[in-house]
């Protein structure tokens, strides 16, 4: 009897206390990114600024600002993705990506998903190892797809929030806070045909009407 004994604790040891420790162990280790998790918008005014109305690619959006620098705008068309990067003579810079959604890895609906996870949402002690497996990778996505936001910048805007967008037939997510870091944000939106990535970055403030 005290053999089975020992055997079935050395196998709870490998399959419950293990898998549990790991958890633990990946979860306090996961970047403070991955705290953040989609919030509301609250303040929805806009700019009373003169806009500008830009048309790239059959598509068109209106800007805050008119002193946009024909000479230092580019346009980049491949089959899977088109590029704009429209500048101005202030300093800003607006970078537009817009790709297929044949051509997207992932959804909104998948992203909100793994937005929603925190370390602190980890079942760590279900014995469930598919519960656990699961929220470890949705973590770990999590982790990759944040660590991916504001390439190129200082920092990541995501570490000052992550706001959810809709609207238009779009469904997204804010990453970065102007009241908190004014100099950068970025947006990207998701509807059945394809997903738009607009990334901006400025020397100067930005306000979050703009």
């Known amino acids: 009897m005290k053999i089975i004994a020992r055997i079935s604790v050395a196998v709870l040891a490998l399959c419950w206390a293990l898998p ?14 991955t705290r ?16 500008t109305r830009l048309s790239y690619f059959g598509r068109e959006f209106e800007v805050p600002w008119m002193d946009i620098d024909e000479s230092q705008t580019k ?23 817009i790709t297929p959604h044949r051509k997207t890895a992932f959804d909104y609906a998948f992203l909100k998903r793994a937005y929603e ?14 519960q656990r497996s699961q929220d470890q990778i949705l973590l770990a996505l999590k982790a990759s797809f944040l660590q991916d936001i504001g390439l190129g910048m200082s920092s990541n805007p995501a ?21 908190v870091r004014p100099s950068m944000l970025e947006v990207r939106l998701y509807d059945q045909d394809e997903s738009i990535e607009m990334n901006s970055c400025k020397w100067a403030t930005m306000s979050r009407p703009e």
């Not at 953040?36 to 806009?51: A, C, G, H, K, N």
């Not at 980049?76 to 537009?96: M, N, T, Y």
């Not at 996870?117 to 598919?130: A, G, R």
């Open 20 to 33: 549990v420790g790991l958890s633990l162990y990946l979860t306090k280790t996961a970047p403070a990114i």
């Open 36 to 51: 953040q998790v989609p919030r509301s918008l609250i303040d929805f005014s806009t700019s009373e600024t003169p806009r």
């Open 75 to 97: 346009l980049e068309a491949r089959q899977d993705h088109q590029i704009v990067w429209v500048c101005f003579r202030s300093g800003l810079k607006l970078f537009v990506w």
């Open 117 to 130: 996870i925190t370390p602190d949402k980890i079942h760590y002690w279900s014995f469930s190892p598919h």
């Open 159 to 179: 570490e000052t929030g992550i706001f959810d967008l809709q609207g238009n037939g779009y469904r997204g997510f804010q990453y970065g806070n102007p009241k």
